[in-house]
C-alpha cells in the first residue's frame, strides 16, 4: 500500500508563518517616521522654547536647528546598522547584538510596561480632551473615547501591516499638508516682520550670558522630546522591501523633513503673534491660527491636532510590537507574541498585547506618573544603540554595508554626546525622578533571568530527533 503524498501546494499552506511579510516601501518608511514623532508637541513647544531662551528668535530658532541635527545624527547611524541587519526588532536588536541580550531585554520590557505603551496611552487621552472640544464629553465617556482609539489602531494594525501603512500614509499626509499650509498661512499673512526682517532685526543677544546658556540647555532637552520617535522605524525593517536601499533613505529623508517642518512652524507662529506673545501662549497653534485666519481656524487647527495624535498613536502601534516579536522569538518574552498570525501575516499578538495594556493605562491613568520617571532612561538606550555601529565595525569589518553613516566616527559620537548629556542633565536637576526611573528599568532584570531559564527549560524537554 502506498501512502499518498501532500503536494508541494498543500505542503506550503499548511507549514507555519514564521517571518513577518516584506510589504513597507520608501514612502512607508518616511511617513512612519515622520507620522511617530509628529504629535502634538509643535502644536504647544514652541512658546516653552521662547520662554527658555528670553524671547531671543535667534536662540530659539538655532535650538530647533541643532536637536534636529543632532536627531539627523542618530538617524543616520541607525541607517548603517538597519541597512546591514535589516531585522524585525531593529534598536532592541542593534544593542542586543552589540551589548548583549540583558540590556536589550530591559529596554524591550520598559518599552512594553512604559514607555511605548505610556506614550500610546498620552495619546489617546490628549485624543479624547481635543475631541471634546468637538462633542463635548468627560469623565467616563472621555474614558470610554480613549479606549476606542486604542482598539481601532489595534484593530487596523491586525488586519495587515499594509493597511496600517496606508492608513498611516494617508493620516501623515494630511497633517504634514495641514502643518505646512497653516505655517505658509501665517508667515504670508502674519501681521508680524517677514523672515528676513526676524534674521536681521534683533534677534540675537548683544552678549552670551549664564541664564541665556541655562535657558537654551532647557529648551533643548524639550524640543528632543519633541524630535524624539524617530527611532521607532526601525522596528519595521524586517518588513522592508529592498531594506538595504530603503531604510536608510526612508529614515534620512523623514529626519531632514522634521527639521523643516519645525523651523517652518515656528517662523509661522513668530510671524502671526510676535516672540512674545509666543512665549506667553500655551496653545501656540491655536492662538496662532485665530489671529491670522479667524475663529474658523481655531476648528481647523484642533481637527489637524486630532488627526496628528491618531497618526501617532498609529505609528507606535505599527512599530513597537515587532520589538517585542523579536524579544518572544529570542525565548525572553511572552512566546506568543512571536506568533505571526497565518493569514493576515501580522504580530497579531503582540499588537493586541500592547493595545490591552495600553488601554489599562489610559482608563485608570496610572501612565502619567511612570511616563515621566521612564522616559528619560529611553536615551540611555538611544545612546546604546548608536553605540552598537562602533562595535558593529569592530566585530564584523568585512560584513557588506550597503550604507555607511557619512561623518564617522563624529556623525555618532556628537549623537552619543547629545544622549549622554540629556540623561545626565535629568540625573542632575531631578535626581528623585531619575533614580525612580532607573529602579523601574531595573525591576526587569530577574524578569529576564526567568524568562531565559524557562526557554532553556523548554529547550532541553523537546524530543530528540532519533538517529538513523
Known amino acids: 500500500m502506498t501512502i499518498p503524498l501532500a503536494s508541494p501546494a498543500a505542503e506550503e499552506k499548511a507549514a507555519p508563518v514564521t517571518e513577518l511579510r516584506r510589504t ?8 512612519i517616521a515622520i507620522g511617530t514623532v509628529i504629535g502634538s508637541g509643535i502644536f504647544l513647544v514652541p512658546g516653552v522654547v521662547l520662554r527658555e531662551t528670553g524671547t531671543q528668535i535667534g536662540p530659539a530658532l538655532l535650538v530647533w536647528v541643532a536637536a534636529g541635527i543632532l536627531s539627523y545624527l542618530g538617524a543616520l547611524t541607525y541607517a548603517e546598522m538597519g541597512a546591514m541587519k535589516p531585522d524585525a526588532g531593529g534598536l532592541y536588536t542593534y544593542i542586543r547584538d552589540a551589548f548583549g541580550p540583558l540590556p536589550a531585554f530591559l529596554y524591550g520590557w520598559t518599552s512594553f510596561f512604559v514607555i511605548a505603551s505610556g506614550s500610546l496611552a498620552t495619546l489617546a487621552v490628549a485624543f479624547s480632551g481635543y475631541f471634546s472640544e468637538f ?4 469623565g467616563m465617556a472621555s474614558r470610554l473615547i480613549s479606549i476606542a482609539v486604542i482598539t481601532v489602531i489595534a484593530a487596523i494594525n491586525v488586519r495587515g501591516t499594509r493597511n496600517s501603512a496606508t492608513m498611516q500614509n494617508v493620516t ?36 552670551i550670558t549664564g541664564g541665556l546658556l541655562s535657558g ?28 538595504q536601499r530603503t531604510f536608510p533613505r526612508g529614515i534620512s529623508i523623514a529626519t531632514a523633513a522634521l527639521v523643516v517642518l519645525y523651523v517652518l512652524a515656528n517662523l509661522g507662529y513668530i510671524a502671526a503673534l510676535g516672540p512674545q506673545a509666543v512665549a506667553g501662549s500655551n496653545r501656540i497653534a491655536a492662538d496662532a491660527g485665530i489671529s491670522v485666519f479667524g475663529p474658523i481656524a481655531g476648528r481647523i487647527v484642533g481637527l489637524l491636532i486630532l488627526v496628528s495624535i491618531f497618526s501617532a498613536a498609529n505609528g507606535i502601534m505599527l ?27 501580522t504580530p497579531a499578538f503582540a499588537i493586541i498585547a500592547i493595545a490591552i495594556w495600553a488601554a489599562v ?30 562595535v558593529y565595525r569592530r566585530r564584523e569589518p568585512n560584513t557588506p554595508r550597503p550604507f555607511r553613516v557619512p561623518g564617522y566616527p563624529l556623525t555618532p559620537v556628537l549623537f552619543v554626546a547629545s544622549a549622554a548629556a540629556l540623561v545626565l542633565n535629568t540625573l542632575v536637576t531631578q535626581p528623585m525622578r531619575a533614580a525612580a526611573g532607573v529602579v523601574a528599568v531595573l525591576i526587569g532584570t530577574p524578569a529576564f ?6 526557554s532553556r527549560r523548554r529547550a532541553l524537554s523537546l524530543p530528540t530527533a532519533p538517529e538513523l
Not at 462633542?135 to 468627560?138: F, L, Q
Not at 508667515?187 to 532685526?201: D, F, K, M, Y
Not at 533571568?449 to 524557562?454: D, I, L, N, Q
Open 24 to 31: 513597507l516601501g520608501l514612502l512607508d518608511l518616511t511617513f
Open 135 to 138: 462633542v463635548p464629553v468627560g
Open 172 to 207: 501623515t499626509g494630511a497633517k504634514v499638508l495641514g502643518l505646512l499650509a497653516l505655517s505658509i498661512g501665517m508667515l504670508v499673512l502674519g501681521p508680524n516682520p517677514s523672515v528676513s526682517a526676524i534674521v536681521h532685526r534683533g534677534a540675537w543677544p548683544a552678549s
Open 216 to 243: 537654551i540647555g532647557a529648551a533643548m532637552i524639550g524640543v528632543l522630546w519633541a524630535y524624539e520617535g524617530w527611532q521607532y522605524v526601525t522596528f519595521s525593517a524586517g518588513e522592508t522591501r529592498d531594506p
Open 319 to 345: 512599530t513597537a510590537p515587532r520589538m517585542y516579536f523579536a524579544m518572544a522569538r529570542d525565548g525572553v518574552f511572552f512566546k506568543r507574541l512571536a506568533i505571526v498570525h497565518p493569514t493576515l501575516g
Open 361 to 390: 493605562l489610559a482608563s485608570t491613568g496610572t501612565f502619567e506618573q511612570l511616563l515621566t520617571y521612564v522616559v528619560f532612561t529611553g536615551w540611555i538606550f538611544y545612546g546604546l544603540g548608536a553605540l552598537s555601529v562602533f
Open 449 to 454: 533571568f526567568a524568562w531565559r531559564a524557562s
